[in-house]
């Protein structure tokens, strides 16, 4: 039988353990971790996202603070903020709500939070930590897309992996993290030839191409993990996976539904980020 794997649940649950670890700490007078979030523009989509993370951070008991700025916000004023941000004692953790308007160069702003701020996890530093095995933030994401590997209990250990997206944000960081859990690990893209003979080979598969229901069943082995990390949202307003869940499901052992799959744990990383951040800064990270 099919398990469906319920991301909402899980991002509950961690959520509540942060909770948890920062009344703990506090309490025996620790730091409370700060959070800035800035978002320049007012992109609907970054909107929505950036209430979401102001809500866990309240349900976690971290500071929060937002720096909204107008979409014609030039970068020098951003880099400015980010300068200030990255000396405040009681911030530990830094986002820049992307997409940026095209006069900012996102590298150069992602490139100016403090490292040990950075805690999407995306700054060049951290890109290295992790391609090196070493401590560090880790992209949201695919960290979460562990977690929920982990918390049902889906072995990576020696099973063939394979990832259907190579962006920066998704596909290859979580290579690299599958690959530390000593998985094999297959990216596929675009140009790969005979994409659904490299899925079926999957003991684990990941869809993170940006494709609505692009995965078939024709394309998943019988048993295999499925994880469908896209958010595609259908001319009715409905959001539909990369993967075409009805007709897929039916093979698997596990599969995330969309919504309520990878999305859910993606803020949950990122608060679990910032509590690392926190006491990581201030030397306390027992």
């Known amino acids: 039988m099919t398990i469906i794997i319920d991301g909402k649940k899980v991002a509950q649950d961690l959520r509540g353990e942060i909770a948890a670890e920062v009344r703990r700490r506090t309490a025996a007078g620790g730091v409370t971790p700060g959070l800035a979030v800035i978002l320049v523009g007012d992109d609907p989509a970054s909107q929505v996202y950036v209430r979401g993370k ?10 929060s603070r937002e720096h909204r700025l107008p979409a014609e916000t030039g970068e020098a004023h951003l880099l400015g903020l980010i300068r200030e941000l990255n000396a405040d004692p009681a911030i530990h953790g830094i986002l820049v709500q992307l997409p940026l308007p095209a006069q900012i160069r996102t590298e150069t702003v ?44 889906i072995g990576i250990e020696g099973k063939e992996a394979v990832i259907v997206g190579r962006s920066n944000i998704v596909g290859k960081p979580l290579a690299l993290m599958l690959l530390a859990r000593h998985a094999t690990v297959t990216m596929c893209h675009t140009r790969t030839r005979d994409l659904a003979g490299v899925t079926r080979r999957a003991q684990i598969l990941v869809a993170a191409a940006g494709r609505s229901e ?53 803020i949950a990383m990122l608060m679990r980020n910032t509590l690392e951040a926190a006491y990581r800064t201030s030397g306390s990270m027992d």
């Open 214 to 266: 692009m995965i078939g069943a024709d394309m998943v082995a019988e048993g295999a993990a499925v994880i469908d990390v896209g958010v595609n949202r259908m001319p009715d307003g409905k959001l539909k996976g990369d993967v075409a869940f009805a007709e897929v499901s039916a093979r698997t052992s596990h599969i995330t539904p969309v919504p309520g799959g990878v999305g859910p744990m993606t």
């Open 110 to 153: 992602i490139e100016a939070i403090d490292p040990a701020k950075d805690v999407d996890g995306f700054h060049p530093v951290n890109i290295g930590r992790l391609f090196a095995g070493q401590p560090g933030p880790r992209p949201c994401t695919p960290a979460g897309i562990i977690e929920l590997l982990d918390r049902y209990a």
């Open 54 to 63: 102001q809500n866990a951070c309240r349900e976690v008991g971290f500071l």
